[in-house]
C-alpha cells in the first residue's frame, strides 16, 4: 500500500484547496479512507473519513460544512474538497486507510501529508 497526497499549497483565508490521496500500491476496496491533519506543535487530529463504499462520512465539527470528503474506487483515490478556508485550517494534512471507520487516529497505513497553509 503506498499513499500519496497532493494537492496542499498556499491559499488565502476564504479559499478553497482540493487535496487527492491516490494509492498506488496494493488495492484496498473494503478500507475506510480518513483525512487528519497536524498543525505546528499541535498532536494530529481528526478531519474526515469515508466508509469503503462512500456511503457513510463523518467530520471534526471544526470542518463540517466546509470540507467535503469524497473517494473513487475506480480510480484508487479519495479526495477532500476544502472551501472557506482559515488560517486555523493550516496544518500538514495526511490521507489514512483501515477496515474500520472511525474517528481515532491509529490507521493501518498512512500517506507522507501534504502542507496546506492559509494566510490571513
Known amino acids: 500500500v503506498q499513499l500519496q497526497a497532493s494537492g496542499g499549497g498556499l491559499v488565502q483565508a476564504g479559499g478553497s484547496l482540493r487535496l487527492s490521496c491516490a494509492n498506488s500500491?496494493?488495492?484496498?476496496?473494503?478500507?475506510?479512507m480518513g483525512w487528519f491533519r497536524q498543525a505546528p506543535g499541535k498532536e494530529r487530529e481528526f478531519v474526515a473519513a469515508?466508509?469503503?463504499?462512500?456511503?457513510?462520512?463523518i467530520y471534526a465539527d471544526s470542518v463540517k460544512g466546509r470540507f467535503t470528503i469524497s473517494r473513487d474506487n475506480a480510480e484508487n483515490t479519495v479526495y477532500l474538497q476544502m472551501n472557506s478556508l482559515k488560517p486555523e485550517d493550516t496544518a500538514v494534512y495526511y490521507c489514512?486507510?483501515?477496515?474500520?471507520?472511525?474517528?481515532?487516529?491509529?490507521?493501518?497505513?498512512w500517506g507522507q501529508g501534504t502542507l496546506v497553509t492559509v494566510s490571513s
Open positions: 469515508i466508509t469503503w463504499n462512500g456511503r457513510s462520512t
Open positions: 489514512a486507510a483501515d477496515l474500520y471507520f472511525r474517528r481515532q487516529n491509529d490507521y493501518a497505513y
Open positions: 500500491g496494493r488495492t484496498l476496496p473494503n478500507y475506510a
